[in-house]
């Protein structure tokens, strides 16, 4: 997503990411970033829950309004009112994705490998 | 305290998020607000996975399903007056329960008509667009890049759009 608001603002679009990813947005440089530490297929709060939902866009148009430069990235504060490891569980789908189970296997012995030679 | 990019994600994922050695490509882009946001039309645009049931097809998860190093880097146009049982939700890396809900969590729509209706901003364009967010691993943005956003781009343009404002699922 950073890459469509980039696309985006250079063809002459003002533009305001919201993002849980801000790892992503920093590394790929979008131009206006709000962080928010909200479980993924969450961005902009709870279901039914307006006033969380009204309180992270107006920030993000805070910050549309104030970024002084190109790769602004503001953190709000915002906490998402469920504890941790339940938020981890919800938002993931029922099935992992196919990519996943593609991929778990080998992910896990590259970082195997990176672990023993870091022992080393 | 900054937020965490890596909070709700699995170790193995974050893990492996973390090798990658991306840096920006520079000049960032920048575009100016043209005036105050009570002045400013907007349009939506996310990567949520959203698609109108009766007129349009899902996104292509069964090419996923068949090389799930592949995501489908099309969109669909979502026009404003959509009501929540209209529209489907395709995506097969997040639990779609909650956007099928309310489709402001991803898509904030009403949000914005209050926004208007309150006068901080001007307008809100009509469709908005959703993308899905998997594009593919290693993920190759280059449909939407050079292809699809431009396109957009040019439907913003006609439509006077000032901002756009952004949420990946």
Avoid at chain 1, 87 to 112: G, T, Y
Avoid at chain 2, 107 to 133: K, W
Avoid at chain 2, 138 to 158: F, G, N, T, V
Wanted: charged share 20%; net charge negative; aromatic share 10%.
């Amino acid at each position: 997503m950073p890459v469509l608001a980039r696309t985006l603002e250079a063809a002459g679009f003002a533009t305001i990411l919201v993002t849980m990813m801000p790892y992503w947005a920093e590394r790929i440089g979008a131009p206006r970033t709000l962080a928010i530490e909200f479980p993924f297929g969450h961005t902009l709060g709870q279901a039914h829950n307006k006033n969380q939902q009204m309180r992270v866009i107006r920030q993000a148009l805070q910050v549309l309004e104030q970024a002084p430069e190109p790769g602004t990235i503001v953190h709000s504060l915002e906490k998402w009112p469920v504890p941790p490891k339940q938020a981890m569980q919800d938002w993931q789908p029922a099935q992992p994705s196919p990519v996943v189970e593609l991929l778990a296997p080998r992910f896990r012995e590259l970082l195997r490998r990176r672990r023993t030679s870091n022992e080393d | 305290m900054p937020v965490d990019s890596f909070k709700f994600l699995p170790r193995l994922i974050a893990a492996f998020y973390k090798t990658n050695q991306v840096q920006p490509e520079l000049p960032m882009p920048w575009t100016p607000l043209p005036g105050p946001l009570s002045a400013c039309k907007f349009a939506l645009v996310t990567s949520a996975g959203l698609y109108l049931k009766s007129q349009q097809p899902p996104f292509d998860l069964e090419r996923e399903r068949q090389d799930p190093t592949w995501g489908d880097p099309t969109y669909r146009a979502i026009p404003t007056a959509v009501r929540q049982g209209q529209l489907g939700v395709s995506h097969l890396h997040v639990n779609p329960k909650d956007v099928q809900e309310d489709f402001n969590i991803l898509l904030p729509i009403h949000r914005f008509q209050e926004l208007v209706e309150q006068g901080v901003i001007s307008e809100l364009a009509d469709p908005a667009y959703s993308f899905m967010g998997y594009q593919g691993f290693p993920p190759d943005a280059s449909h939407w890049r050079d292809l699809y956003a431009p396109e957009i781009a040019h439907r913003l343009e006609m439509d006077q759009v000032d901002c756009v404002f952004l949420t990946p699922s």
